[in-house]
């Protein structure tokens, strides 16, 4: 094999050290910190795709490493920054333990996405990459807006957020994939509309409007799937 076939390998092992990396510092008490972490994650998990495919270097093992370190950077990441903010509240001793259920989905949710045929076109359930986005910068959220902040990371809110979010992984919800086979306004339009709010939210309010983003993009998703069925029953 040559050196470029463990180009996109050595791109999926930065995403391992960013959950790796992230985790620590969470643990450590720096929770701001966990979203840099699971966003430079990010990065490196789109770019040993794209170098998978640029370079023809697609490999089994490739497929099985990518899982490997999603599963600790957007699994288990997650639910520790998800564990150390319920903590944080202190109100009820085992709550934070709540958490653990975002790792548990999340490797169910990897698990079922290697073995599902489906979603070339649409996601089935709620991508891990998306949940970690949403819970890792829910602290950024309360910097921004103080008042919604208190509001969303008082433990019983955040705590049932938990248990909708750990649902929504492994929901047979049928979610939008950012694939663009055309350019099409119309064709893409529900699209377009989440690349506007997130511009407009980006702009607004940095890291801390990414929850925004998250929640258009499950709304936009269900009305996407709403007209697609109304459509198929026309």
Same mark, same amino acid.
């Given at each position: 094999?040559?050196?470029?076939?463990?180009?996109?390998?050595?791109?999926?092992?930065?995403?391992?050290?960013?959950?790796? &990396?992230?985790?620590?510092?969470?643990?450590?008490?720096?929770?701001?910190?966990?979203?840099?972490?699971?966003?430079? &994650?990010?990065?490196?998990?789109?770019?040993?795709?794209?170098?998978?495919?640029?370079?023809?270097?697609?490999?089994?093992?490739?497929?099985?490493?990518?899982?490997?370190?999603?599963?600790?950077?957007?699994?288990?990441?997650? &639910?520790?920054?998800?564990?150390?903010?319920?903590?944080?509240?202190?109100?009820?001793?085992?709550?934070?333990?709540?958490?653990?259920?975002?790792?548990?989905?999340?490797?169910?949710?990897?698990?079922?996405?290697?073995?599902?045929?489906?979603?070339?076109?649409?996601?089935?359930?709620?991508?891990?990459?998306?949940?970690?986005?949403?819970?890792?910068?829910?602290?950024?959220?309360?910097?921004?807006?103080?008042? $919604?902040?208190?509001? $969303?990371?008082?433990?019983?809110?955040?705590?049932?957020?938990?248990?909708?979010?750990?649902?929504?992984?492994?929901?047979?919800?049928?979610?939008?994939?950012?694939?663009?086979?055309?350019?099409?306004?119309?064709?893409?339009?529900?699209?377009?509309?989440?690349?506007?709010?997130?511009?407009?939210?980006?702009?607004?309010?940095?890291?801390?409007?990414?929850?925004?983003?998250?929640?258009?993009?499950?709304?936009?998703?269900?009305?996407?799937?709403?007209?697609?069925?109304?459509?198929?029953?026309?």
């Amino acid at each position: 094999m040559t050196v470029k076939k463990h180009i996109p390998n050595l791109i999926t092992c930065l995403n391992l050290c960013s959950g790796m &990396a992230g985790i620590y510092v969470v643990l450590e008490g720096r929770i701001l910190w966990g979203a840099y972490f699971v966003m430079a &994650a990010a990065v490196f998990d789109f770019l040993d795709g794209f170098l998978a495919k640029l370079l023809s270097a697609h490999s089994e093992i490739g497929k099985q490493l990518d899982s490997l370190a999603d599963m600790v950077t957007f699994g288990v990441l997650p &639910a520790f920054i998800a564990f150390k903010l319920l903590q944080s509240g202190g109100q009820l001793e085992y709550l934070p333990y709540l958490a653990f259920l975002i790792g548990i989905q999340s490797a169910l949710r990897l698990a079922k996405f290697n073995i599902d045929e489906r979603q070339s076109e649409r996601f089935i359930g709620l991508p891990t990459p998306a949940n970690a986005l949403f819970f890792s910068t829910l602290p950024h959220l309360a910097l921004s807006i103080p008042s $919604l902040g208190k509001t $969303l990371l008082h433990p019983i809110v955040l705590g049932l957020l938990v248990v909708i979010f750990a649902f929504l992984l492994t929901a047979e919800l049928p979610l939008l994939a950012l694939k663009f086979k055309t350019f099409s306004v119309k064709k893409n339009f529900l699209k377009y509309t989440l690349l506007a709010v997130g511009f407009f939210v980006l702009v607004f309010w940095g890291v801390g409007g990414v929850p925004f983003i998250i929640v258009t993009y499950l709304g936009l998703s269900m009305v996407d799937h709403s007209l697609t069925k109304n459509a198929v029953q026309l």
